[in-house]
């Protein structure tokens, strides 16, 4: 077997005929996973770079594998999204998020990744509104990262955002800059804050192309009163670099890698990374 990676799930043994087996077991898992309490949350803090404060967690789900161990989100997400698994998953990460965030300080924020089939699927808004009203979590502490192609996606999609905004929480537009979106879409969608994607990121310290985008980017979200995180800030040098660019909010590897929550020390008002 040429299991290359952690968590590798397709062995390319017996050819296309065991990966295609493998991807069905794998479906199976999927399905029976949420009901066996499989999936967890880890989170990552986005940080205020002026003041070094933390200001809220993304929550990141993981799948523990009972064979195959802790399984990243790359690796089953697009498979959820296939087999419409992703409307329940989706549905266990937000109330989750939300029961876990109602216990943190107001201050602190929480942002959940959407899939556009959620979107899509026409129940979200009223999923969105069972979690807040579940957990007692302020809508106004959460944020909700979809990724650009929601902007190609139909009505019913950014209907679905508008509703959601209206309820009080916030729309983020996540990895920007890596998928097709015209700028004019921007100001016609409820974003609150704009995520530059990691790729951008890793890339500043050698390429000024790269510095230029984000100086762009960033004066573009100040014009539309949005706010703006860089994500994927792993080097000091990124974030003096993105600091330079007027980028105010910075998440990453040089703060903290996603970890469960037992694992984290909530923090209190003093609390900061400078
Ligand atoms: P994303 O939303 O862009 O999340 C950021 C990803 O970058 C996370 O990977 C995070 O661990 C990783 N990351 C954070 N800081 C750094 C850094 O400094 N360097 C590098 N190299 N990576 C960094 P993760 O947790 O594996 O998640 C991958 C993707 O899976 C997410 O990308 C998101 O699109 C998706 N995803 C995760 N959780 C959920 C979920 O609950 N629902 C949905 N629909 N998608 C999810
Ligand atoms: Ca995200
Ligand atoms: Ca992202
Ligand atoms: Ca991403």
Redesign the pocket.
Known sequence: AKAAGRGNLVVYEHGMDMVVQDQHALEIDLRLALQRGEFE??Y?PFIKISTGEISGF?????WRHPQHGLI???RF?PLA?ETGG?VP??AW?LER?CTDASKWPATMRLA????PV?LRNGRIVETVQAALAASGLDATRLEL?V?ETVMLAGSESREALKAIATLGASVVL??FGTGYASLSYLADMPFSKI?I??GFV?DLPTHPTSRAIVGAITNLARELDMEITA????TEEQLLILKAAGCTNA????FA??RPLCDIELPTRQQSFN
């Open positions: 949350l880890h990552q993304e929550a990141l789900v993981r990243a989100p790359d997400i999204e992703i998953l989706g990460v998020a959940v990744n959407l899939s959620q990262e990724t996540d990895d995520k994607d990691r890793a994500e994927g800030v792993e998440q990453g590897f040089y890698r996603p």
